[in-house]
């Protein structure tokens, strides 16, 4: 019987790269924004993303991407605060901005 050497050295390239995690993360958390957005008129708020969220996510990523968003103008701050109900953070009751995507396929 022949045996095959199995050589997985791009699978584990791939999965050593922190930077393919984030990709796919912020992809997620992309899907999410725009789920919310289409749903509610362009209104996003984070419990409305993290509860949109197809897996966990590492949640600074959250806040990392929509604070991306919101300083190239993709999503623009309505100066409305909602709670961000997050309590695993013991956060619930932390006030964040509401935000509205005036151009929701601009979230990419």
Not at 15 to 43: F, K, Q, S, W, Y
Not at 50 to 73: C, D, M, Q, T, Y
Request: aromatic share 4%; glycine share 8%.
């Amino acid at each position: 019987m022949t045996t095959i050497a199995e050589d997985w050295t791009l699978v584990d390239a791939l999965a050593d790269d922190p930077g393919t995690l984030a990709e796919i993360e912020r992809d997620i958390i992309c899907r999410a924004i725009r789920t919310v957005a289409t749903a509610t008129g362009g209104i996003v708020t984070a419990a409305q993303i993290r509860g949109a969220l197809e897996r966990p996510v590492n949640p600074h990523r959250i806040g990392a991407v929509v604070s991306g968003f919101a300083k190239s103008g993709v999503l623009v701050d309505t100066d409305r605060m909602a709670p961000s109900g997050d309590k695993a953070n013991r956060n619930s009751r932390r006030r964040l901005p509401v935000w509205y995507a005036p151009n929701v396929e601009a979230v990419r």
